[in-house]
């Protein structure tokens, strides 16, 4: 019973790189959604997907791309990290209208 | 401007008494509700959630009341358990968001039962 998964937990990067933070999920949620939570702050929307095939921005895109690849897959793409980046990343995903959104576990990203 | 408030970061109560988190907001537009747990190292959990057109929801110890007209909400907890130690987080969203329904989040109330 998986639930959203996200990979990696982990990851430390050099200002720069770039990397795909992954997001998969088992429930049947038609949307998905990727946020940034930052202390003292709530979750903030980056991207997110209202059903297969379609992407868009939320609240705080710039420096980010999503891939929505399939119904159960959702990526998330940083092409030149920068350190303001570095943040807690949360999946998560919702079957239909009215219905609670449901998380990941979050990949804990460090750009130096 | 942050359309969903939570004024207090912080929040103790004894355990067995009734916990009180409260949750403000600015967008009319807003017509769902939800409150989320999160414990450290892990994703949010969804706890309970409240449509405009009412204004309680009960679930087990758990009871979110809405006011429209003051743009509140808060959620009770009764009797207070030291499992309940968590942040909890009020969001909020709109129809006009679309298919998608975007949620807007408070910040967050890290509540401590103590023992």
């Known amino acids: 019973n998986a639930g959203v998964t996200q990979t990696p937990k982990f990851q430390v990067l050099k200002t720069g790189q770039s990397m795909t933070l992954q997001c998969a999920q088992d429930m049947n949620h038609n949307s998905m959604y990727w946020y940034r939570q930052d202390p003292g702050m709530g979750l903030r929307l980056i991207y997110y997907?209202?059903?297969?095939?379609?992407?868009d921005k939320g609240e705080v895109p710039n420096g980010y791309n999503v891939s929505r690849l399939n119904k159960r897959e959702f990526s998330l793409r940083l092409e030149s990290a920068a350190p303001s980046q570095t943040s807690v990343y949360f999946c998560?995903?919702?079957?239909?209208?009215?219905?609670?959104?449901?998380f990941g576990d979050g990949t804990r990203l460090s750009i130096l | 401007d942050q359309q969903v408030k939570q004024n207090s970061p912080s929040l103790s109560v004894q355990e067995g008494r009734i916990s009180i988190l409260n949750c403000d907001y600015t967008n009319s537009m807003f017509d769902y509700f939800l409150w989320y747990k999160k414990y450290p190292a892990e994703g949010p959990t969804f706890l309970i959630s409240?449509?405009?057109?009412?204004d309680k929801n009960e679930d087990g110890r758990f009871t979110v009341f809405l006011n429209k007209s003051a743009k509140h909400l808060s959620l009770h907890i009764v009797p207070s358990q030291p499992g309940d130690s968590a942040v909890y987080f009020c969001a909020a969203s709109a129809e006009f968001s679309g298919s998608a329904r975007q949620l807007t989040f408070g910040s967050g109330t890290q509540l401590t039962v103590l023992p």
């Open positions: 998560a995903g919702r079957r239909g209208s009215n219905q609670p959104q449901h």
């Open positions: 409240i449509s405009s057109i009412k």
């Open positions: 997907s209202a059903s297969e095939g379609t992407t």
